[in-house]
């Protein structure tokens, strides 16, 4: 868990005192998250062994992992993956452990103890080939959260307690204060882009691994948020004519901000949009009430695809209007 950044607040006192108590909060709090990490590779009720299959597409997207770190320079310790840390679960185990999540997902990475969890009942009734390319599409989407920048708040309580929780995980802000994810959809939209990308650039290692072909390679990573990656793609090209660069400049820095933590770079959209485009996009899927959002988010692809100003400031109030 070394990746993990963590911001101490509430220390009480001033000076050497404060900083010596901030510190040994950051030491108990590493140990800790340690341990949680530990315990986010335990099995868990239902898991079956690995298959062969399974073991192959782990380190393949390991593999793919390390070369996407490698071409945007960045340190490969910050990426790699224990194969304990994955767990694999047919439709049934999956549904009866997270009995409150959508049985129909294609698994998810849980940023407190970084375990990730993948459900068979994708491939459910699909043929052989797709349902290969799904499942390894889905997996190396959760193995790039699970790469991704992440960020540890710890609160020392009035009572002297500390409370702790996960404040990043890429683009994604978690604000405590409002239980709300910021930038949830639009991180969503930059982890498709990156799984996309990072798939279809080695379509032909793919095509001699897995028995894919072609026409379904073509399709990789298009399976889920589809929306979100449109919102990418669009911000993206309208930064690198703003910037007067080439899309991919735009696109390889969006795609880094995400491992590396850096998002001072997204305020061009304050100047390409308007004052307070940065906070709509912040919006995006971020509500924890679905209404505010099936409502909202239209309007905020809407927004970004706008080239007209009077038709964004209308936007920007009817999208305000739903408060938060
Ligand atoms: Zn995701």
């Known amino acids: 868990m070394e990746k993990s950044n963590i911001i101490v607040a509430g220390v009480p006192g001033e000076g050497e005192r404060k900083k010596g108590i901030t510190e ?11 341990e949680k990490k530990e315990s986010g590779e335990l099995p ?40 304990n840390q ?9 549904a009866e452990n997270f009995s409150q999540m959508d ?11 970084s375990a990730i969890f993948m459900n068979d009942v994708i491939s459910e009734g699909i043929e052989p080939a797709e349902a290969e390319m799904l499942k390894l599409s889905d997996l190396s989407h959760e193995c790039i959260h699970s790469a991704s920048h992440s960020k540890t708040l710890a609160n020392v309580n ?7 929780g996960n404040y990043r995980t890429g683009y994604m802000i978690v604000d405590v204060g409002k239980s ?16 996309r990308l990072m798939l279809s650039s080695e379509s032909e290692e793919l095509k001699k691994r897995f028995q894919l072909n072609d ?9 889920a948020y589809i929306e979100n990656q449109i919102l990418v793609h669009t911000i993206s090209s309208r930064i690198a004519e703003y910037r007067n660069e080439s899309p991919s400049k735009s696109m390889t820095r ?9 998002m001072m770079h997204l305020r061009d959209l304050n100047h390409i949009y308007g004052e307070g485009s940065l906070d709509l996009l912040a919006r995006y899927q971020s509500s924890k009430d679905m209404d505010i959002n099936e409502k909202q988010d239209p309007l905020i692809i809407q927004y970004f695809q706008s080239v007209d100003e009077g038709e964004r400031n209308e936007l920007k109030k009817e999208i305000l209007s739903f408060g938060n």
Do not use: W
């Open 24 to 34: 040994s909060i950051i030491s108990g709090l590493r140990k800790a998250l340690g």
């Open 44 to 83: 868990v009720l239902g898991e079956r062994e690995k298959t062969k299959e399974e073991i192959l597409r782990i380190e393949t997207v390991q593999e793919f992992l390390l070369k996407l770190f490698d071409k945007l320079n960045l340190p490969q310790d910050q990426c790699n993956l224990e194969t």
């Open 86 to 94: 994955i767990h694999f679960l047919s439709g049934e185990m999956f």
């Open 103 to 113: 049985s129909g997902v294609g698994g998810f990475f849980r940023a407190g103890d």
């Open 158 to 164: 009035p009572d002297h307690t500390i409370s702790y």
């Open 180 to 195: 709300e994810n910021k930038f949830k959809g639009f991180n969503e939209g930059v982890v498709c882009v990156t799984d």
């Open 215 to 223: 026409e379904l390679l073509q399709k990789v990573g298009l399976n």
């Open 254 to 262: 969006m795609v880094r901000g995400q491992f590396t933590g850096e």
